[in-house]
């Protein structure tokens, strides 16, 4: 019987069925894309191999973080992912050989960064796909471009250096009159160049700045001690793990001193110094996951361009400024995102 012969009755029934079938679909659909979009896209009965080398540990919120990422889109440790150990709490002087034996366990990914953990295993793989996290992965050379980072690395680069300089205006804004400032670079990688455009930028400002380049993290305590006692009454922590990764000596140090202060994290201000702008490191971590996720998938990473972060944060520590004596302007509390009382 053609369509358009059917009798009332059985066009009605004809509907009502299409609705049902269409309200079932609608469910179907909906309670499918509740799923993480990764836990339909797994291979069944998969075990995927992760390895890691960082600096930071592997009870860190940022790690913690990262892994819970993974496993919100469908890649538990435990089920179908193996978090192969050994790659966490790296020492500069440990990266060679670290490197070595995680190559050697032969991951699906390896998640590394900064800078040198990267360059070591650049030089000893370059078919084991790798995510990192580092200042600049363009300007290293980590990366070929943003856009197309070519061969086995991509991942999120920073913006660090243009972030070094947006936070020594920020410092020498929270400090009225701040005659003397420090800023204190990680010489294994800061370029001098960069240093010493921060100093031109500071002395624009009629502050003088001594340069310090730290080649150890056991310096860190010492080096703040000599420039305080050089007249310094803030110091601008250049971008490196060296400073930021298990900061709370040195902030505890920083305020004994009265010394002002900012990090490249807000969680640093969260721990004590006077000042942090940027992204959240923890959200960095996981940002780093989801491009891991994609490489768990299949997608080569010359073919996953490197992001950036888009959301920065700007923390003050009422607490640490009344410690120190630093009377924070009310124009520049009212841009921060979040204050410590």
């Known amino acids: 019987m053609k369509f358009q012969q059917l009798k009332r009755r059985e066009m009605i029934a004809l509907l009502a069925g299409a609705a049902v079938w269409r309200r079932e679909f609608i469910k179907f659909m909906g309670a499918t894309a509740s799923l993480p979009f990764s836990a339909r896209a797994q291979e069944p009965g998969r075990v995927y191999r992760i390895a890691f080398l960082l600096l930071t540990s592997r009870e860190s919120p940022s790690v913690v973080a990262l892994l819970d990422e993974l496993r919100f889109n469908g890649f538990v440790e435990g089920q179908n992912l193996i978090v192969i150990p050994g790659g966490f709490g790296i020492q500069n002087d440990q990266i060679a050989s670290?490197?070595?034996?995680?190559?050697?366990?032969?991951?699906?990914?390896?998640?590394?960064?900064?800078?040198?953990?990267?360059?070591?295993?650049?030089?000893?793989?370059?078919?084991?796909?790798?995510?990192?996290?580092?200042?600049?992965?363009?300007?290293?050379?980590?990366?070929?471009?943003?856009?197309?980072?070519?061969?086995?690395?991509?991942?999120?680069?920073?913006?660090?250096?243009?972030?070094?300089?947006?936070?020594?205006?920020?410092?020498?804004?929270?400090?009225?009159?701040?005659?003397?400032?420090?800023?204190?670079?990680?010489?294994?990688?800061?370029?001098?160049?960069?240093?010493?455009?921060?100093?031109?930028?500071?002395?624009?400002?009629?502050?003088?700045?001594?340069?310090?380049?730290?080649?150890?993290?056991?310096?860190?305590?010492?080096?703040?001690?000599?420039?305080?006692?050089?007249?310094?009454?803030?110091?601008?922590?250049?971008?490196?793990p060296m400073f930021s990764v298990d900061p709370a000596d040195f902030i505890a140090q920083l305020t004994k001193l009265r010394l002002a202060s900012i990090y490249q994290w807000p969680e640093d201000a969260d721990g004590g110094a006077l000042l942090g702008y940027g992204p959240r490191f923890t959200e960095m971590f996981r940002q780093t996951a989801r491009i891991v996720v994609k490489v768990l998938r299949g997608t080569k990473p010359a073919e996953i361009p490197v992001e950036q972060p888009t959301t920065f944060e700007l923390v003050i520590n009422l607490k640490t400024a009344k410690a120190i004596g630093v009377d924070v302007p009310t124009s520049l509390l009212l841009r921060a995102d979040k204050i410590i009382e």
């Open 98 to 240: 670290v490197a070595q034996s995680v190559v050697a366990a032969s991951p699906d990914v390896i998640r590394a960064g900064p800078e040198l953990p990267l360059r070591a295993l650049q030089k000893i793989t370059q078919t084991i796909p790798l995510v990192g996290m580092s200042e600049d992965m363009v300007a290293t050379e980590l990366a070929a471009s943003l856009a197309r980072p070519g061969g086995n690395i991509t991942g999120l680069s920073l913006l660090s250096p243009e972030l070094d300089g947006k936070r020594q205006e920020i410092l020498i804004e929270a400090c009225p009159g701040l005659r003397k400032l420090a800023i204190l670079a990680d010489s294994n990688v800061t370029p001098p160049a960069h240093v010493e455009q921060l100093r031109q930028a500071a002395q624009s400002h009629g502050t003088e700045a001594l340069v310090r380049g730290v080649a150890k993290r056991e310096e860190v305590i010492s080096v703040i001690d000599e420039v305080k006692a050089s007249g310094a009454q803030a110091i601008n922590f250049l971008a490196t």
